[in-house]
């Protein structure tokens, strides 16, 4: 199997829905509207999948459902070869931003990190993540929450949800506070804004990665700043085809833009939502744009150098993305 590294991945996100609905039935609530009739994830627009996202959220209601909801996911993304991941976790359904709570959901979740990777070898850091629709008030406790936390497992702070209400700027005074705590930047960006929300999370947020960024192709001056910075692209094609941030694998930029020399990395993002692995990224980019192993392991080796942990940690990941061991 090949070995591959995974750098945006929701760890809500990557709940399978047995996994949402054996919780909904253990605690007898039940979700309406979340699921299809033949058990997926429901939803069409983007709001309605993060309506979706937000009510099966609602039955990991302590750090027991969080070890559980670690441990599936990992074993789901080790059996699909990944090595590393890295999982957006929020505060925001863990614990509400307090940060005592926080620390109790932390816990269950570096527990079941660290079993899983006793079991099987995966290795996963956290990256605490603002909610953007939330404002920039609720991201204030979420970068406390963050910086008190930082070290071998918290690494990172980012921002995701609803890239379309107000400016990257308007997070500013949490990727300041997160920055000079030490944390590694990323924000989700040009997957609805559009170039000038690429832009904007460059020059206001002063990150060193993007979460999706793929608008970026609208704006050849941008594309060009980001190759020339070294700016890392987290590229999630199926989700994009999905969402209908692109229309079709075809008409993917990703291609177009590791082609201009950006630094393109690929992951999931909610998996289960989108139908999709890992490993069916890399089959659909194969297909699509005819991806061989020596791009794979590039693109790979790419998310390696741009992954939030240390220096012996990436040395790791090198070794296992050796040809003998693909
Ligand atoms: N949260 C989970 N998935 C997301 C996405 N694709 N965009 C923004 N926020 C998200
Ligand atoms: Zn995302």
Not at 28 to 42: K, M, P, Q
Not at 154 to 175: K, L, N, P, R, S
């Amino acid at each position: 199997m090949t070995s591959l590294v995974e750098l945006h991945l929701h760890l809500e996100g990557a709940a399978p829905p047995a996994f949402i609905r054996g919780l909904a039935q253990e605690k007898g609530v039940s979700l309406e509207g979340v699921f299809n009739e033949d058990g997926t994830y429901r939803f069409e627009t983007f709001e309605q999948f993060l309506r979706t996202y937000e009510a099966a959220t609602t039955v990991l209601t302590g750090p027991e459902e969080f070890r559980r909801l670690t441990a599936a996911v990992l074993e789901q993304s080790a059996a699909q070869g990944v090595i590393y991941t890295e999982a957006f976790l929020s505060p925001n359904f863990c614990g509400g931003g307090d940060l005592g709570a926080w620390r109790e959901y932390l816990a269950a979740i570096e527990e079941a990190a660290e079993a899983a990777r006793r079991d099987s070898g995966i290795i996963m850091r956290g990256v605490v993540t603002c909610i953007r629709h939330e404002g920039p008030e609720a991201a204030k406790p979420d970068a406390i929450c963050a910086a008190e936390t930082m070290g071998d497992f918290i690494t990172g702070f980012g921002m995701g949800g609803a890239e379309t209400v107000g400016h990257q700027g308007d997070y500013a005074y949490a990727f300041d506070l997160a920055r000079e705590a030490g944390l590694r930047l990323t924000t989700h960006a040009g997957e609805w804004g559009g170039a000038a929300s690429v832009w904007e999370a460059v020059r206001d947020l002063k990150v060193e990665r993007i979460g999706h960024g793929v608008q970026c192709v609208e704006d050849p001056a941008l594309v060009d700043h980001l190759a020339e910075h070294g700016i890392v692209l987290e590229v999630c094609p199926g989700s994009n085809v999905a969402l209908g941030v692109v229309p079709s694998w075809d008409a993917h930029p990703i291609e177009r833009l590791r082609q201009a020399g950006v630094k393109v990395t690929v992951s999931t993002d909610d998996p289960p939502f989108f139908h999709t692995s890992l490993t069916r990224e890399y089959d659909m980019l194969a297909e699509t744009f005819g991806w061989d192993d020596a791009v794979m392991r590039d693109v790979n080796l790419t998310a390696t150098e741009a992954a939030f942990c240390d220096a012996a940690t990436k040395e790791i990941l090198r070794q296992k993305l050796e040809p003998k061991h693909v």
